[in-house]
């Protein structure tokens, strides 16, 4: 057996909390999953309650494929004991593992507030490991509810897109996400760094689009206009009404 690579968590969860993240898997690695002979991925890092390990799976079965598989890694072991009422074989299973992913080779792999625990001249090598058998990994944080969140696409350890991504409703502004960077980023946000000059972009892009049609009318006002001024925003605005705002890594 595989000793487990990483520390425990502080394992906090809530229902729902990563939906966002959830609809941009289904959206961004749908095609993946669909073609793959095993469709398989892996929940790193689920923390306290299975919750989102069981809404992962549930939301990629309806959206993907019926037959996705989705397995929970803990390092904590009572953590994973606890998730066993919950599991589902074939289809749902927890069991222990850190970044080396317990010997799976899934397609792809959800890392959730678990980076953000580490330093951040440890978050290179565990993308490496993470996508070391071919995986497409999908690494963020967000605020305990999910309103607000973050996440970047990682292939072959070096990472590809980075999406921020709210709840309209209650988004007051864009200077919101700072606080929920990928620990990659979350300590470049300075004068000089790419992200810096990003969130500032946005949030003049926000406060020049100020509208009385609404959160969701403004967003997308503000996504075209950070792409008509030159960002390189990926998608179009079916994602953007969800509240993304996509663009590539190096930006």
Same mark, same amino acid.
């Given at each position: ?18 939906? $966002?993240?959830?609809? !941009? ?15 398989? %991925? ?12 069981? *809404? ?5 079965? /309806? ?9 929970? @890694? ?5 953590? %994973? ?14 069991? $222990?593992?850190?970044? *080396? @992913? ?5 397609? /792809?792999?959800?890392? !959730? ?14 993308? $490496? ?20 969140a973050t996440w970047t696409v %990682? ?14 409703? %209650? @988004? ?11 620990? #990659? @980023?979350? =300590? =470049?946000?300075?004068?000089? =760094?790419?992200? =810096? *000059? ?11 689009? #100020? ?32 509240? *993304? ?7």
């Open positions: 057996m595989l000793k487990p690579v990483g520390a425990i968590t502080r394992g906090t969860t809530n229902p729902n909390r990563l939906r $966002r993240v959830d609809n !941009f898997i289904a959206y961004r690695c749908g095609g993946l999953l669909k073609e793959a002979a095993e469709p398989l %991925v892996v929940d790193l890092g689920y923390g306290a309650s299975p919750v989102t390990a069981v *809404e992962l799976r549930g939301r990629l079965a /309806v959206a993907v494929r019926a037959d996705v598989t989705v397995v929970g @890694l803990e390092i904590d072991p009572v953590r %994973v004991s606890d998730a066993q009422p919950f599991a589902d074989p074939p289809w749902l299973g927890f069991r $222990r593992g850190g970044f *080396e @992913l317990a010997g799976l080779a899934p397609v /792809v792999v959800r890392a !959730f507030n678990v980076l953000r625990q580490y330093s951040e001249d440890e978050v290179a090598a565990a993308w $490496r490991t993470m996508t070391a058998t071919g995986a497409l990994l999908v690494e963020g944080t967000c605020d305990e509810l999910g309103r607000i %990682v292939e072959e350890g070096v990472p590809r897109t980075l999406t921020l991504s709210a709840r309209l409703p %209650v @988004l007051e502004h864009p200077a919101v996400f700072a606080e929920r960077l990928p620990k #990659a @980023l979350i =300590h =470049h946000n300075v004068p000089g =760094h790419p992200v =810096h *000059e990003l969130l500032r972009a946005l949030g003049r892009a926000w406060e020049t689009e #100020a509208t009385p049609f609404g959160p969701r009318q403004r967003w997308l006002a503000t996504v075209r206009r950070m792409r008509a001024e030159g960002w390189p925003v990926l998608d179009g605005p079916a994602r953007w009404r969800l509240g *993304e705002l996509t663009l590539p890594w190096p930006l």
